[in-house]
Every structure is written in C-alpha cells, then in structure tokens.
C-alpha cells in the first residue's frame, strides 16, 4: 500500500485542530516565545506556565497502568492512515498550533532506530506545511532522549518557512568530501560543544536515500556512544525536506529543564519565567551540551563506520 496522504490532509488538518480544541479532546497550551542568541546560532525558548500544572514522569518511576494511547487513538484526534502500517493523529497537548503525529499501528517500542519505511513516511508527512510554514519532523529515541511515550512515533510541527535551525547553520560551514557511501562526511557546527551530525538530502530522495543517509548518521552516534561508554541508546532525530540531523543523548534534562528533539537543533520549552532566566544566564548552549556527549574530534578516515 503506498504511503500517499489524502489530497486534503491539509484542510483536513486544520479543521480537525479546531474542533478537537472546541470540544476539549485537544488541550493546546498557551504559550509565547523568546529569542535568546548563543554565538551564531538564535534559540527560540517558548514559555508555557500552566506545564508547570502537569505532573511530569521520571524515568525511574513506574507508570500507574500499561494505558497506550497509540493502539487505539481517541476518534476526535485522529487524522487519517498513511499506508499499512501508519496512524497520523493530532497531538493531545499542543504548544504549537497542528502538530500531529506519526504513530505504528502495531506497537513497535521507541528505543527501536527508524527503519526506511519510517523515513518514507516521514517524508511524505514533511509535504504538509501550509503557507508560510515549513515541517520540523523529530524523533526522540530512547528514555533519555526526552521521549513521553514507549510507543514509536515521529512528531511534525510548523516552523516558520525563513526558520535557520543549528542544522542549517552547520551546513553552512561545509562538508568534506570521502569515499565514504553516500560520498560525504557528516557536517558538525564547529562552535557547538556536543556532538551531532547533520547531512543535506536530495531534492526528490526515494527510501533508499533516506536509510543510507540516516545509517550514516546512526552509525557516527553509535559510535559516540560507544567511545562515551554510554550503555544505554539514546538520540535526537530531526529533519526537513533540506537536512537530516542526529545528536547522541545521556540524560533527558538538565536541573528540571526537559529537553528533546527540537531543543537541540535550537527551539527550547520551559514552564515559568525562572527557568527561561536560567537558560539566559547558563547559555543554551551550555545548556543542551549538559544532556548530550561532549564534541571529541573525529578522525573519519580513521574511523570505521
């Protein structure tokens, strides 16, 4: 079955938002954003004080029942099948206006590397964005990545079309040449202290593109895991229809401040004015370097991957 979204997913999309808001399956969080500059690259902190409201669960704690929301989305929320083996499904507690969600049909854990099948779906699901928007895909694998759920599922939210991410400014500083498979080495932002890796995609990529590009990214990370003794896998995934970004991760917040997929390419979330003050004084930066692995220089030639 192929993996075609509906020709009007998107007005399907937001006339589905607005009636899952009114009648109050959608809880969207209010919320407003600043920019705090680090070097070249602008962090955008949204700033939501009623999070501070909902009880978050520690990784060291035991969920009170095996509830998945994913085996059976509520009706109000979901959106339509994307092939076989996908749900697209509204999220249920928005901060930014139609964010919706990729999820398996059949539960497959969220520890698990995406597989091409993944990657295709969440390509086409990049096609969505409506005027004036781009799609930020992400992807936070693992406990220690930030990831709220077990079950698998890739997130997509609007970003502004003019948006320049950490990904778009690493890309800008170039990319070496090599024999390795897809011809280049990864890019790395010279100036930010942990590690991550961000590859550039074609204009058209079939799945086989994808998979080669995100296995040369997973296997850098890998890696920096290994050589960081760092036993347990966990990584921030991000992509646009421009790049494809992975960053190793070894704790999923830093004093109280969660952080996943999208504060590490630059878009940071905190719950009161306090915690975006300490974001202010310590540096983003700073901040995103304390949950990932500190930047080690790489020897690619040397390396095998």
């Known amino acids: 079955m192929s993996l075609n979204l509906p020709e ?7 006339s589905k938002f607005e009636s899952a808001v009114d009648s109050g399956s959608l809880k969207f969080t209010e919320s407003h954003e600043e920019l705090v500059q680090d070097g070249d690259i602008t962090f955008k902190v949204r700033i939501a004080p009623s999070l501070a409201q909902k009880p978050i669960l520690r990784q060291d ?32 507690f928005s901060i930014v206006p139609y964010h919706f969600l990729c999820i398996t049909k059949d539960f497959k854990p969220q520890s698990s590397p995406l597989s091409e099948r993944d990657l295709e779906a969440t390509w086409e699901c990049l096609n969505t964005a409506i005027e004036g928007s781009k ?3 992400f992807y936070n694998c693992g406990k220690l990545s930030g990831a709220s759920q077990d079950h698998k599922h890739i997130q997509f939210i609007p970003i502004p079309e003019s948006a ?12 070496e040449q090599s024999k390795d498979a897809i011809g280049q080495f990864p890019a790395r932002h010279p100036n930010v202290p942990f590690t991550h890796f961000v590859l550039p995609l074609p204009k058209a990529p079939v799945g086989e593109d994808l998979a080669m590009i995100f296995s040369s990214l997973l296997a850098r990370t890998l890696t920096a895991l290994r050589n960081y003794n760092q036993s347990k896998i966990a990584f ?5 229809k421009d790049w494809m970004f992975i960053a190793p991760r070894t704790q999923e917040s830093y004093d109280d401040i969660a952080i996943n997929s999208t504060g590490m390419v ?3 979330l905190v719950k009161s004015e306090e915690q975006f003050e300490k ?16 930047k080690a220089e790489i020897d690619e030639k040397h390396e095998d991957y």
Do not use: R, W
């Open 135 to 137: 799609i930020l895909a």
């Open 8 to 14: 009007s997913f998107k007005e399907l999309l937001k």
């Open 164 to 175: 320049q991410l950490l990904p778009d400014i690493a890309l800008t500083y170039g990319l």
């Open 236 to 240: 921030n995934f991000a992509m646009t």
């Open 61 to 92: 704690e035991q969920p009170k029942s095996n509830f998945n929301p994913f085996l059976k989305p509520e009706p109000d929320l979901y959106l339509a099948p994307l092939g076989s083996d996908y749900s697209l499904v509204l999220n249920k």
């Open 266 to 268: 630059g878009m940071l």
């Open 279 to 294: 974001i202010k004084q310590l540096g983003p930066l700073t901040l995103t370097s304390s949950v990932g692995i500190p």
